[in-house]
DNA sequence: CAAATTTGACCTGT
DNA sequence: ACAGGTCAAATTTG
């Protein structure tokens, strides 16, 4: 939130990635137009010089996309702090593969593309830009945390994780097959903090968010998970030239026990800065979150089911 | 009845 | 072999 370089993430980063390479290149082009220099030392710095290089490359444009993309710039104006997210997810085989079996299908065609198109893809996905962040609800609100866009997600799994004590829950985008949309996230309540998710986006939204959805109730259901919340703002903005790669920002391992629930909330646009993540917010008074979260659970019973019965304000 | 979720099987990278 | 992630059939929800 503080500004000093009104840059944005992407430009710094861009612009550091740059800087580092050209450095490098100049030292070995010096060095080897010397002397036979130390092997090892030419082997680190053209290293340096690739990934460099490539990983300025993902963040100028590293989308190729047959259909979907969107570089377009649009004109709209964002706030300066926020940028929403848009990364174009896509192949980008810098130094992969000349191969051309990139692509599959650019319309929609699907028929057959078995394990091969999860092949395909599951590699795809791991080059997309992925964040995360947290997000903590209030009694009331519902959520409360950066709400910006939000996208239609539907849960495609779930899955235990080791050390944690509730479930990791999956998202895609819902309109994944008629849009080709790939952005995913996954959703993991916090140990320590009933409140707190942490929400891990991967992928950018390439679909025309908002889709036509009619209109949803945000409620919660009464079962042991409070999910879906399908809901869709129809707010033309945010499809951008937006950069970014990967930052994983992560909550250390704490470990607390508790039931488990998931529910799923807004996406939000990235932000942060590389190595630089701070966000604490100041943890105001925390209420319980009632029975939001699980009404009646079926754990065993040997776990203190979590909030079963706490504050009540 | 269509769309979303649940959940166990399956796939892939350590 | 294991853990995390995804698929897909069955089931539930609206």
Redesign the pocket.
Known sequence: MEGKDMLSWEQKTLLSELILGLDAAKKLQSRLGEAPATAETDEILVKQIVSTYERSLLLLNWSSSPTTVQLLPTPVTLSPAKNPGGVPESPASINGSPRSEEFVDGGGSSESH??Q???F???K??MLPKWSEKVRISPERGLEGPQDDVY?????????????KFP?????C?H?STQNCWA?K?VQRSDGDATVFEV?Y?GTHTCSQAAI?PP?KE?T?????I????TTTQKPKDLLQSLKSNLTVRTDGLDVDDGKD?F?FPDTPPFYTYGDFSHVESSPPIFDVGDWFNPTVDIDTTFPTFLNESIYY
């Open positions: 078995h394990r198109d999860y092949i893809n599951s590699k996905r791991k239609s997600w539907r849960k495609y799994g779930q899955k235990d994780i080791l050390g944690a990791r829950s999956y998202y895609r819902t994944r995913t996954q891990t991967r959805t949803q409620n259901r009464l079962k042991p998970a999910t879906t919340t399908t998931v799923s």
